[in-house]
């Protein structure tokens, strides 16, 4: 059997989302229709994305009979990069209460700068210290900003 | 109150020493946003609308609209010199403008780019304040079922015009609005698909869904590549247009603010779309088509006008009918209903201090910006120059500010990390985050307003079709759904240009 395409493979999901997201509203009610309950528009959402789904799938299976073939969508590209980012994202978010903002910050933006394209260290220690402490001057003392205080106070 | 009045009004309010600030920071940071390529005024007014919240309503909408149209005249800055589009509605300027500044001519190339965007943005404030009172007059007439009607067609324009196949754009939109749908309803305050989280209650917040569908998605994207721009050395000088160069741009910028302005009225149309219309209407009336892409100054005219007209056509359906013609309208929208307003016909009436001093605002910042963006062209070169290694994780760091800040909650930031990695995959699997924006801003109106339609009309949804306003909006949308049937139409809309996301 050839192999799916990005949109056949793209729209299967898309129909079990659809499909999830109709079963789920059920629950909400779907009322009468001079009184539409509270699942009745989440309802209508997920019928039409499972159904616009199958088009695509439809067409997309077309297209594979024509030659249409999976892409590889992390050929060519330094997917790497783009994991440290997301993994820095959220170990930011996970720690910026436990550490408070100016350390965190630290540490975000130095690793950021060392780790994705890497920075010479000067720069690394500069640009995070600053950074942080430019971020906390502009949004916690002019701004008003309340974010978040480490153990330490900062 | 007539006109005069209301005008006097307005600029009462504009010319408050804090609403110049705010007018003058607004457009300052819009300029920046547009020079920097990635950075658009979507990520950015979201970015500091919780900056916004310990100002006054009318200082904060009138910051928030000198980014979006700073931006149009910042973009061109980048398109010009550095051939990469500082924001989406400036890529048709990098065909001409980057080989004017390639034959030495980058002085006139952004000069007229400046002068474009301020003739047009003046011009298209004039015409939003003499077409918005009587169309939000004329909107006090529209019950449920036209509103519902007008905001289906809203979202079918935008998917219409989407680039790719036209069911992922549906898709979109239909996502959007189970997204929006997530939360309290509105009608028995029955919680939603909240998976029992506090912060769920309220809905998806647009604000983290935006920066993480824009900007941390936009960052992902461009850290794939090692990204290294080169800037067009040149001594850039003559930044005044001459009288031949004003001789041939004349009639491009005329014809970019006519055009401009009624696209970005309509709903799902823009800036982005009005830049390629205005550059395909320059080329095809131009006695030397050819040329064009070789440094036509018509063709960084035309689109600029385009492009900045466009953004006071796109305040109209917000500020009249309460509906956002794109997805930087559809976060002003949230950021006016932070503040306490309901842009919709009521405004002009209720708050006329607002709705005045906000639209004369526009007038003083296009001055701001004509007489601000010349002298500082140096330091936005010396902004280009920063290498985007070093930038991204600053934009990484507004983001996750930003998203905090609204309610000083953790989920909202990692809500938006969430929406950063599916707009990631959204762009690897080719799918718009445009109309997936628009439809979760409108899904609670659009709700509300199907809802209501049905109880009046006792269930019948014929409603919609036997109104006559609402019954034209819906053939509208069904003609335009149904473009995929007749091949010629399809055909069209192959030619359409690829409508950005930023948009």
């Not at chain 1, 067409?59 to 590209?77: D, H």
């Not at chain 2, 943005?121 to 009587?134: E, F, K, Q």
């Not at chain 2, 003083?364 to 902004?383: A, D, E, T, Y």
Request: charged share 10%.
């Amino acid at each position: 059997m050839a192999k799916l395409n990005n949109d056949q493979v793209g729209a299967a999901i898309w129909i079990a989302v659809g499909v999830a997201v109709a079963l789920g509203s059920l629950r909400y009610g779907l009322g009468p229709l001079d009184s539409p309950g509270t699942g009745f528009l989440p309802f209508l959402a997920g019928c039409a994305i499972a159904l616009l789904a199958s088009i695509g799938l439809t067409l997309s299976t077309l297209k594979q009979r024509k030659g249409a073939e999976w892409t590889p969508i992390l050929r060519g590209v330094l997917w790497r990069k783009p994991l440290l980012v997301i993994a820095a994202l959220c170990a930011y978010a996970l720690l910026m209460k436990p550490l408070g903002f100016l350390l965190c910050t630290v540490l975000f933006i130095g690793f950021l700068l060392r780790a994705v394209e890497p920075q010479r260290w000067p720069v690394v220690i500069v640009g995070s210290i600053g950074t942080a402490l430019g971020a906390f001057a502009i949004f916690n003392l002019w701004l008003k900003a309340q974010l978040p205080q480490g153990p330490w106070g900062f | 109150m007539d006109y005069l009045q209301s005008i006097i009004l307005g600029f009462q309010v504009a010319l408050q020493w804090n609403n110049l600030l705010f007018c003058f920071i607004g457009v300052l940071i819009g300029t920046l946003v547009g020079v920097l390529p990635g950075l658009g005024p979507v990520a950015a007014i979201s970015l500091l609308l919780p900056t916004t919240f310990h100002v006054t309503p009318v200082s904060a909408i009138i910051m928030l609209a000198g980014i979006y149209y700073g931006a149009m005249y910042g973009g061109s800055t980048t398109s010009i010199l550095v051939n990469i589009p500082g924001e989406a509605a400036s890529v048709v300027t990098c065909l001409d403008g980057y080989q004017m500044a390639r034959k030495g001519r980058a002085g006139p190339a952004l000069g007229i780019s400046a002068f474009a965007s301020f003739i047009a943005g003046t011009l298209g404030v004039v015409g939003l304040m003499l077409i918005a009172p009587p169309l939000a007059e004329m909107a006090l007439k529209f019950g449920p079922p036209e509103y519902f009607s007008m905001m289906i067609m809203g979202l079918t324009i935008l998917t219409f015009l989407a680039s790719g196949p036209m069911w992922k754009a549906l898709l979109m939109a239909a996502f959007g609005l189970f997204l929006g749908s997530i939360g309290l309803d509105n009608m028995t305050a029955t919680a939603r698909f909240t998976m029992d989280i506090v912060e769920l209650s309220d809905g998806i917040g647009m604000v983290p869904a935006v920066m993480g569908l824009f900007g941390i998605a936009e960052v992902l994207l461009n850290v794939e590549h090692s990204i290294k721009r080169t800037v067009f050395e040149t001594k850039i000088q003559h930044l005044l247009p001459t009288l031949r160069d004003w001789k041939d741009s004349l009639w491009a910028i005329l014809r970019g603010t006519v055009i401009g302005f009624f696209l970005g009225i309509l709903p799902g149309g823009g800036a982005v779309i009005s830049s390629f219309v205005s550059y395909a209407v320059e080329k095809k009336v131009s006695k030397n088509p050819e040329k064009f892409g070789a440094g036509m100054i018509q063709g960084v005219a035309g689109p600029e006008a385009a492009n900045n007209a466009a953004t006071g056509g796109a305040f109209i359906p917000l500020l009249t009918l309460g509906i956002p013609a794109n997805s930087v309208m559809a976060i002003l929208l949230g950021a006016m209903m932070v503040h306490g307003m309901q842009p919709g016909p009521m405004l002009v009436q209720e708050q006329p201090g607002l709705f005045w001093g906000a639209v004369t605002s526009m007038y003083i910042g296009n001055i701001m910006l004509l007489v601000l963006n010349l002298p500082l062209i140096g330091l936005w070169v010396r902004i280009l120059k920063v290498p985007y290694p070093i930038l991204f994780p600053m934009i990484l760091l507004f983001c996750l500010i930003g998203a905090y800040s609204l309610n000083n909650s953790v989920i909202e930031v990692l809500i938006m990390v969430g929406f950063g990695l599916l707009g990631y995959l959204f762009k690897k699997f080719e799918y718009e985050a445009a109309p997936l924006i628009l439809a979760l801003v409108l899904g609670p109106m659009l709700e509300a307003a199907l809802r209501r339609s049905l109880l009046l009309s006792a269930g019948s949804p014929l409603i919609f079709i036997t109104r006559p306003i609402s019954g034209i909006l819906m053939l509208i949308s069904v003609i335009l759904l149904a473009y995929p049937l007749v091949p010629w139409l399809r055909r069209k809309r192959a030619i359409l240009p690829q409508v950005s996301d930023e948009e």
